[in-house]
């Protein structure tokens, strides 16, 4: 079964503050995607990646970057983090046929 | 852009009685259809996938897939208290750019 990890799995910080989310998965999938999830808009679409050093573009991808160091890890970047993106983030990792998510991050931002 | 609709926002149900969950789409050539379970904020747990127009089931839970009617349901055989949790509804186009719902909260009475 593919195994999802993610860290911090709890984590507050300040407006402006610097912030990166970090995922595992140990099952040498291809693909690697970070989500938003959020009262009344369901999950939505961040960042994915289909290989190390391969980054594409969500549908909510305004304020984020991320990095997809190798096959293994893929980190969810907020510069300049604003109370907007308070939210719990979910990292996922595919084959063909099924996506395997993390148990999620929350993110608070003051 | 693919749209997905679950229905209803919420329902309740007594122990050992079926349960039914809707969910709608705006484009029917997407490949794969999957409803997932999410406890209390907490990581997707998949329960069904199906590809083709007609019935999945996995365990107590049986998805039905109408495409020309832009449908999938999920029905959930005998629930229990611990199935009490949000369902979502997952469209796939095999772009990898997966399309959720916005959940159906299950509460099921003892």
């Known amino acids: 079964e593919a195994a999802v990890t993610q860290s911090p799995r709890n984590k507050v910080t300040v407006t402006g503050g610097n912030v990166t989310l970090s995922c595992r998965q140990t099952?040498?999938?291809?693909?690697m995607y970070w989500y938003r999830q959020d009262t009344g808009h369901g999950l939505r679409l961040i960042h994915y990646?289909?290989?190390?050093?391969?980054?594409q573009i969500g549908d909510v991808p305004d304020g984020y970057k991320a990095t997809r160091t190798t096959q293994e890890d893929f980190f969810l970047l907020l510069e300049l983090a604003s109370p907007s993106q308070t939210s719990l983030y979910f990292c996922?990792?595919?084959?063909?046929?099924?996506?395997?998510f993390g148990p999620g991050t929350r993110l608070t931002v003051l | 852009q693919q749209k997905v609709q679950q229905s209803p926002e919420s329902l309740t149900v007594s122990e050992g009685a079926m349960a039914s969950l809707n969910c709608t789409f705006s484009?029917?050539?997407?490949?794969?259809f999957r409803w997932y379970r999410q406890h209390s904020a907490k990581g997707l747990e998949v329960l069904v996938s199906?590809?083709?127009?007609g019935e999945k089931e996995e365990g107590r839970f049986t998805a039905h897939l109408n495409r020309a009617n832009l449908h999938v349901s999920l029905h959930i055989r005998e629930p229990q208290p611990s199935d009490s949790a949000v369902y979502l509804c997952?469209?796939?186009?095999?772009?990898?750019?997966?399309?959720f719902g916005t959940g159906t909260r299950l509460q099921v009475l003892p």
């Open positions: 484009d029917g050539t997407s490949n794969n």
């Open positions: 990646s289909y290989g190390a050093g391969n980054l």
């Open positions: 997952a469209v796939d186009p095999n772009t990898n750019k997966v399309v």
């Open positions: 099952n040498s999938h291809n693909y």
């Open positions: 199906i590809f083709s127009d």
């Open positions: 996922a990792s595919s084959d063909r046929y099924e996506q395997y």
